[in-house]
């Protein structure tokens, strides 16, 4: 290229005249003004290939984008691999797993557009930390909530674990160590869940308010007062005092109750007072009006409740006596009236920490530091305190007073001579309650009342346990007598007599055993009687012998004949002369006033009843003067009349209305019996056929 108007004599910084800048080609005399054109076509040309690279990666980076989404939505929620199916504490490792994919997917998805701009680069990335930071939002608030849900069900599950077993264990220091247990994962579930004081409190309220609830019910419907007022004790100051002021009500009632339903003082009161029940009824109320008063109410007084509830924390979480410890801290501690009582230190105890509660400069001197009164959250801290110098001497499960004031003087507890510190602790040993008057009235009422209860379901159980008896007796003694064994029966119903346990039994049974005499006696007799084949043998044998041999005979049978055999015996001895041959000598005057058939019948019941008292041995004259004028006297009432004759075919009413008229007074009962009256005024009953037989008589 040919620099025109170049003279290297020219000064090098003038050209045409002008001064020219020697850093310039101009000052050379050189003409730019083409290149300076072709690299602003350059330049614009690069300005559109920019332009177009820009527009084609913001289309890529949208679609760079909308790949990121679609798979952060399947890696999310993918119904079957998605992340956020997973549950409870498994959906703690969402957000990691979640960040990892992300940023493989990121990485992926660069490689894929190969982006030509940093700003589409910046683009993306913007785009996608967005879709990031949305995301990685829901992923911790969901694995919050699941991380909650988690601690809670588990919370849950084990407080339902350890709530069914306070209902099955019937100890009271183990349900008492169950509902620390539950408080204490209430606690521990709360700081996992980041809860401040007042929601773990209120969740431990919640928790004492359901417990309480179910634990003095059951105590009320078990009638068990001793752990009402221990569940009253341990949930004062834990659950609502509207839920346990119905159950203190429910439990000065059941105290009252106690004293008036005692059924063992009442069995003794009804032995003596059976048959007066109002009478009982004073006593059994008097009784229990002088023991109620003489033992007091249930529970006990205390001066200081909050140090009582100190006391009852250490019992149980310590086994420490709740009455020893008590009275200890309210003799060292003035009544537990200490000027920091409201931070729960009752005791007055010091710390080197400085709590703000500055302990007064004459008390420092001498104290190691000791310059501040300590704070405590909770009574339940302040006895955990006190706990560690009492347990490591060795007190627990020692309920001596003198025995555990010793062992605090072994162990220099006390600087105290130990006679005075005993007499310190027993001067504050919690109080016996009394029964007011009004209560002491409300005890008479109960047990006047409930005696007359007693007493009336006691005769009803009575009654209806002596009837079951009757109705096992009768039916023992029915079948003896249908099986002949008249000993068993008669024994049974004498034993049975002997062992009734109340006079209404006694009665029945003696009843029962006249009835059953009266069934066995008729029994005894019907199986002693002659059956017809019987008395046909027998009087076949009577033709060829003596009334005696016939006699002999029967009773070897183990018979008794009726008076009617004996009679036709006798008529068939008179056949055949055996009767002739009696000897009447000496009593035959004793028959000469009758007449006819009815000195005949005589002669015929002589020689009967003559021969059975030969039967049983010698019959001496006088005792056959004896037979014969009863005989006779029998018979005299039958002469009186004339031509009576009782035949087969006498109807009895006719037979009757004679034997009237005759002076023989006859009853007919219209059931095939009648009921005739001797001479001597005794009646007896006997079917129509004994009395035709009997009295087949004629008179002349």
Same mark, same amino acid.
């Given at each position: ?154 919370? @849950?599950?084990?407080? =339902?674990? &350890?709530? *069914?077993?306070? +209902?099955?264990?019937? %100890?009271? #220091?183990?349900?008492? !160590?169950? /509902? ?28 004492? @308010?359901?417990?309480? =609830?179910? &634990?003095? *019910?059951?105590? +009320?419907?078990?009638? %068990?007062? #001793?752990?009402?007022? !221990?569940? /009253? ?468």
């Amino acid at each position: 290229m040919k620099l025109q108007s170049y003279n290297p004599n020219e000064k090098l910084n003038t050209i045409n005249a002008q001064v020219a800048n020697t850093g310039s080609a101009e000052a050379y005399g050189a003409d730019t003004s083409g290149n300076s054109a072709l690299q602003n076509a350059l330049n614009r040309a690069a300005d559109t290939w920019l332009a177009i690279d820009k527009q084609n990666d913001q289309v890529k980076a949208i679609q760079a984008n909308n790949d990121i989404i679609r798979y952060s939505n399947d890696l999310l929620h993918n119904t079957e691999t998605g992340l956020m199916n997973q549950k409870g504490m498994n959906a703690q490792t969402i957000l990691p797993s979640y960040t990892d994919a992300m940023e493989k997917k990121r990485q992926e998805v660069l490689a894929q557009y190969n982006f030509k701009t940093r700003d589409s680069i910046n683009a993306f990335g913007k785009m996608v930390d967005n879709t990031l930071t949305d995301n990685i939002d829901m992923i911790d608030r969901y694995q919050r909530s699941q991380y909650e849900d988690s601690i809670q069900t588990a919370n @849950n599950n084990t407080l =339902e674990l &350890l709530s *069914n077993n306070l +209902q099955l264990v019937d %100890n009271f #220091d183990s349900q008492q !160590k169950t /509902l620390d247990l539950m408080g204490s994962h209430i606690e521990a579930a709360g700081k996992m869940l980041g809860q401040d004081d007042a929601q773990i409190q209120a969740a431990k309220g919640k928790l004492y @308010n359901s417990q309480a =609830e179910a &634990l003095l *019910n059951q105590s +009320q419907m078990e009638n %068990n007062l #001793d752990k009402m007022n !221990k569940f /009253l004790q341990y949930f004062t100051g834990k659950a609502d005092e509207g839920i346990l002021a119905k159950y203190r009500n429910a439990s000065k009632k059941m105290n009252e109750a106690k004293w008036g339903n005692d059924t063992k003082q009442f069995e003794y009161i009804y032995t003596m007072n059976r048959d007066n029940p109002e009478q009982g009824a004073k006593l059994a109320g008097e009784a229990a009006r002088a023991r109620a008063a003489e033992q007091g109410s249930s529970g006990v007084s205390v001066d200081n409740p909050k140090l009582w509830n100190v006391a009852q924390i250490l019992q149980r979480k310590y086994n420490i006596d709740a009455n020893l410890v008590y009275a200890q801290m309210m003799h060292e501690t003035g009544g537990g009236n200490s000027v920091v009582a409201q931070y729960h230190n009752y005791g007055g105890l010091k710390t080197t920490v400085d709590t703000g509660l500055d302990v007064p400069p004459e008390e420092r001197a001498g104290s190691g530091g000791l310059n501040w009164f300590a704070k405590f959250d909770s009574d339940e801290a302040y006895a955990d305190e006190i706990a560690k110098t009492l347990v490591a001497d060795g007190v627990p499960g020692v309920h001596d007073l003198h025995q555990y004031a010793q062992i605090l003087k072994n162990n220099d507890y006390y600087t105290d001579l130990l006679p005075n510190y005993e007499e310190g602790m027993r001067n504050n040993l919690p109080k016996k309650k009394a029964f007011t008057e009004d209560e002491l009235n409300n005890v008479y009422k109960d047990a006047y009342n409930n005696y007359l209860s007693f007493a009336s379901q006691k005769r009803q159980m009575e009654g209806v346990a002596a009837q079951a008896r009757i109705n096992t007796l009768k039916a023992a003694v029915n079948d003896a007598i249908m099986k002949g064994d008249y000993a068993t029966a008669t024994s049974l119903i004498s034993s049975a007599e002997a062992a009734a346990q109340t006079p209404e039994e006694k009665a029945i049974i003696s009843a029962m055993n006249v009835s059953a005499n009266a069934a066995l006696q008729k029994q005894v007799a019907e199986a002693q009687k002659l059956t017809p084949m019987e008395e046909y043998s027998l009087k076949k044998y009577a033709r060829d012998h003596s009334m005696a041999e016939v006699l002999n005979k029967v009773n070897d049978m183990g018979k008794t004949p009726s008076e009617s055999f004996m009679v036709q015996i006798a008529e068939i001895q008179d056949k055949r002369g055996t009767i002739a041959s009696t000897d009447y000598s000496g009593v035959g005057g004793a028959f000469s006033g009758l007449k006819g058939a009815a000195r005949d019948g005589a002669k015929y019941e002589y020689a009967i009843r003559l021969a059975k008292a030969q039967q049983e041995g010698y019959v001496s004259d006088y005792q056959k003067q004896e037979i014969a004028n009863d005989v006779a006297v029998e018979h005299s009432a039958k002469v009186s009349g004339s031509g009576i004759f009782f035949n087969d075919d006498v109807p009895v009413s006719a037979a009757v209305s004679r034997a009237n008229n005759w002076n023989q007074v006859i009853t007919d009962n219209g059931d095939g019996t009648v009921v005739g009256v001797h001479p001597d005024g005794s009646t007896e009953v006997m079917t129509v056929s004994e009395y035709k037989d009997r009295y087949n008589r004629t008179s002349g």
